[in-house]
């Protein structure tokens, strides 16, 4: 199981991403108040250790700042929350150069959306055929950035054909319960920190606890 420490916006979050080595680290460029400029996120790249994987986050971005950014090694992989469909990624993949960028797709996991997927699975479909193709991974949230909670145990009847990620409100006290579904990976961002910043000491916990289950 992977894990993803997302939201970083400072040097010494690098620093405790670097100590604490996580599969994959995020970067947001949408509006929040983790955002970062391509200057920044530029200069945290350049910070972070080797072997972890860099992740772009982004609302319906225009594709050629995405591309800059991953064809200038800020990040490796793009992570979408609002309104892209099948010709925007495809686009994006097709601008993005020789090797395209890969694509997570945000799905926000509201009770409606958990009514319709029930539905596409009633029907033997899987999540992947109902949704985008080309996308790479998915992640199932509760909304953009909530940092709430939603009914992990909804998941345990879906067919996701591809390998996704888990958000929304994980943290250190049910981080436990997020891995009991079998993500491909754990997405933190606002458990990972205190008081609105990240925690050296518990990203290092979370990412132990990965790395705990993979040796069991």
């Given at each position: ?38 200057a920044q996120a530029a200069s945290l ?172």
């Open positions: 199981m992977k894990i993803k420490i997302c939201g970083l916006s400072r040097e010494q979050d690098i620093d405790y991403v670097n100590e604490a080595r996580p599969d994959y680290c995020g970067f947001v460029f949408a509006e929040s108040k983790r955002k970062v400029s391509p790249r350049r910070r972070l250790t080797e072997g972890i994987t860099a992740v772009g986050v982004f609302v319906n971005a225009p594709i050629e700042d995405i591309t800059a950014l991953y064809r200038g090694g800020v990040i490796d992989i793009a992570q979408l929350h609002g309104n892209e469909d099948e010709a925007y990624i495809a686009h994006l993949k097709e601008a993005s150069g020789d090797t395209p960028i890969q694509v997570i797709q945000v799905i926000k996991y509201r009770e409606e959306e958990s009514q319709r997927m029930t539905r596409i699975n009633t029907n033997n479909n899987s999540l992947c055929h109902s949704l985008t193709h080309s996308i790479d991974y998915y992640l199932l949230d509760s909304g953009a950035g909530s940092g709430e909670t939603f009914d992990w145990g909804l998941l345990n009847s879906l067919n996701i054909e591809k390998p996704w990620f888990l958000a929304g409100g994980i943290n250190l006290d049910n981080i436990g319960q997020a891995m009991a579904v079998n993500p491909f990976g754990i997405d933190v961002s606002s458990g990972a920190e205190t008081d609105g910043v990240k925690d050296r000491e518990k990203i290092l916990q979370l990412v132990a606890a990965i790395r705990k289950e993979k040796t069991v």
